[in-house]
Structures are given as structure tokens and as C-alpha cells.
């Protein structure tokens, strides 16, 4: 399993031009699931997004995680992080889990998101999703868990 965690300041999600999901502050996080992956990765990502600590403190420092300074996290199903553009130029997915397996373990990682007191928005799964976000920082954190 692997995440893509951005900072924000604000991000929304629209599907076919309707507004979805929003969140005022927080994390943006992009998830992709590999093939085999189970709800041992998804704890672990879980886990690490509500622990992350990399939001300043009153001295600067990135020392507080997203449930310290009251943020919200709007996680979006992305297979597309399992894209292999090693051979030509035109990327392969075979990497990425399969929807049916794929779209049970998002909703589990919004869940084990959930359960740490950090609200969670998402998108829709396989949805064509236009997304607009302002970084914050940037601050730009890969997770994964093979």
C-alpha cells in the first residue's frame, strides 16, 4: 500500500462538476493499493497519517501531527501511484489491486483513519475526481508498506 500526504491549507473534490468533499485544513492523502495488499498495510498507513507530525509548533518546528491542530483528511482512492512507466512511456497498472479488492480496503483505511478522532472526507471511488487543493509548505510525505 502506498500514500501520497500533502499538507493543505484547502482542498476540494468535485465529481462531474459537484462539489463532493471539502476540507478547510489538513491532510490530503492520495492511496494506492497493491495487488495482495491486506488490512495489515491499511493499519499501518492509518496509523502513520494520524501520527505524521508535520504541522508547526508555536516555534516553527514541524512537531504536531493533524488531530493536534484540529485538521480534517480528505483520502482519495488513486491506483494510479501503481503506474510503471519503467518500459516506454505509456504507464502499467498491473501492480494495482483489482476494484473489487481495491475499494473494500480504501473504505477500511477510512475507517482505521476514523478510529484515531480524525475526520476523514472522501472521494468516490473510480470516480473521475477534479481536484483542487493549496499546498501548504509544501509539505509532501510518501508512506508505504510492502
Known amino acids: 500500500m502506498r500514500a501520497v500526504v500533502q499538507r493543505v491549507k484547502k482542498t476540494q473534490l468535485h465529481v462531474e462538476g459537484e462539489l463532493i468533499s471539502e476540507i478547510p485544513f489538513g491532510l490530503t492523502v492520495f492511496l494506492g ?7 495489515k498495510q491499511a493499519d499501518y498507513i492509518a496509523k502513520k497519517i494520524a501520527g505524521l507530525r508535520i504541522f508547526e509548533d508555536e516555534n516553527g518546528k514541524m512537531n504536531l501531527s493533524v488531530k493536534d491542530v484540529g485538521g480534517e483528511v480528505l483520502l482519495v482512492s488513486q491506483f494510479t501511484l501503481y503506474g510503471d512507466a519503467s518500459h516506454g512511456n505509456r504507464p502499467s497498472f498491473t501492480l494495482a489491486e483489482r476494484p473489487e479488492r481495491a475499494e473494500p480496503l480504501y473504505e477500511y483505511t477510512v ?6 478522532g480524525i475526520p476523514v472526507k472522501k472521494g468516490i471511488f473510480g470516480a473521475d475526481m477534479q ?3 493549496h499546498y501548504d509548505g509544501p509539505v509532501t510525505i510518501l508512506l508505504e508498506m510492502e
Open 33 to 39: 493499493v497493491k495487488t495482495g495488499d491486506t488490512e
Open 131 to 133: 481536484i483542487s487543493q
Open 111 to 116: 475507517k482505521a483513519v476514523e478510529s484515531y
